[in-house]
Nanobody
Framework: QVQLVESGGGLVQPGGSLKLSCAAS????????MGWYRQAPGKKREFVAD???????NIADSVKARFTISRPNDGDVVVLQMNNLTPEDTAVYYC?????????????WGQGTQVTVSS
């Protein structure tokens, strides 16, 4: 079974930092793209950042100045460094892995980890 294990969420004060990690296992092949999405109460799920095999990186404009994405050794682990957090960053953050299949793609999602930014 494919599993995406997320860690690093929690409660932080405004201006603080968190580092989210996601490790994928059980894939037939290594993930082509791994990244993060988030969903706040009453809002749709939105893209945050991802990293594609070979070094490609994408970060949403809304967080580009404060977040960074990395993929150590180009493996099936992705790390989201979140700095200068604001209450607007409060959401459930979901890890996503995309795997190439014989025809098309397979997408997998983590359980989600809560990030709360509050005084």
């Amino acid at each position: 079974q494919v599993q995406l294990v997320e860690s690093g969420g929690g409660l932080v004060q405004p201006g603080g930092s968190l580092k989210l990690s996601c490790a994928a296992s059980g894939l037939t092949f290594s993930a082509y793209t791994m990244g993060w999405y988030r969903q706040a109460p009453g809002k749709k799920r939105e893209f945050v950042a991802d990293a594609t095999k070979g070094g490609g990186l994408n970060i949403a404009d809304s967080v580009k100045a404060r977040f960074t994405i990395s993929r150590p050794n180009d493996g099936d682990v992705v790390v989201l460094q979140m700095n200068n957090l604001t209450p607007e960053d409060t959401a459930v953050y979901y890890c996503k892995a995309e795997e190439v299949a014989s025809v098309g793609w397979n997408d997998y999602w983590g359980q989600g980890t809560q990030v709360t930014v509050s005084s």
